[in-house]
């Protein structure tokens, strides 16, 4: 794994849901697990967070151009309600970007499937659907990891109060038929836990760079921006400082190349997050 830490910090189970995930300029609150807050998780992550992050390279899943001035790599979990409806803003972000080769994404595993103290496990099949989409990958390549991500997050309920088993993991070939695979050798590959040590070293990952929540992206640009864009992004995501803290939802590097963004932000947020880091 790379940027690893400490025994100590790799077991901590770091992740939270994002209790104030904003759809549509209003806040939703999830029922029973996901608004579970776990203890054990960084109390001060480190501000240079861009020392952590692995980079964006040709191992990642990345839909749109590689090259692209502005990489959003998202850290999601398939059975949190919040990574669904940012999922589909994502897919909105990329039918308005993707087209012209100016935004790419970068989709990386963090699945909460980690006991808390308590022994709790938030999202228990989360790390296995995580693996199917490295199967589906493993067996048809980019194309066919997309489609099979889009798929499972357009018909799964997720976990929350109301529908605590989420997916049915029966549906998990039935996706894997859907984005045209070979059933058989997808089950034997989700079967041996192929995929088991990276969706781990994913996870890793995000707890180094001081990931808490899911979904969290981090914007890498390919340049550092100025001052005055560092202030006008402050002022985008004044309406969502927390109201108990007034911390941001966003986290700015030392080098003024990335922009960490934590939870399901409105579409109308990130594009204006986008369109402001195109001006520049």
């Not at 939703?28 to 240079?48: E, F, L, R």
């Not at 390279?57 to 590689?66: F, K, R």
């Not at 992206?217 to 007034?246: C, N, R």
Request: charged residues 20%.
């Amino acid at each position: 794994m790379e940027n690893q830490k400490p025994q100590s910090v790799l077991n901590i189970p770091t992740a939270i849901l994002i209790a104030g995930a904003i759809i549509a300029g209003s806040v939703i609150w999830s029922k029973g697990p996901s608004s579970q807050v776990t203890k054990n998780q960084p109390s001060s992550p480190s501000d240079s967070f861009e020392q952590q992050l692995k980079p964006v390279t040709s191992a990642d899943h990345i839909l749109g151009n590689p090259n692209a001035k502005i990489k959003i790599v998202e850290y999601s979990d398939p059975s949190c309600p919040f990574c669904k409806v940012f999922h589909s803003t994502m897919k909105k972000v990329m039918a308005d970007y993707g087209a012209s080769g100016n935004v790419a994404w970068v989709y990386r595993s963090y699945p909460l499937d980690k006991p808390d103290p308590n022994g709790r496990i938030l999202h228990p099949n989360a790390g296995r659907e995580s693996q199917a989409f490295e199967c589906a990958a493993d067996l048809g390549g980019n194309d066919a990891f997309w489609k099979y991500t889009n798929r499972l997050y357009e018909i799964t309920p997720s976990v929350t109060g109301d529908t605590p088993k989420g997916l049915d993991q029966a549906q998990l070939p039935e996706i894997a038929k859907f984005a045209g695979l070979n059933v058989e050798d997808f089950n034997n590959c989700l079967s041996t836990g192929k995929f088991k040590s990276k969706i781990d070293a994913d996870f890793t990952n995000g707890v180094n760079v001081g990931i808490q929540g899911t979904p969290a992206s981090i914007i890498i640009l390919s340049k550092p921006f100025s001052l005055p864009v560092k202030e006008k992004l402050m002022a985008i995501y004044e309406p969502y400082k927390d109201p108990q803290t007034g911390e941001y939802p966003i986290r700015l590097s030392s080098d003024s190349k990335m922009v960490m963004m934590s939870g399901a932000m409105p579409i109308e947020i990130v594009k204006a997050t986008i369109d402001l880091l195109f001006t520049y």
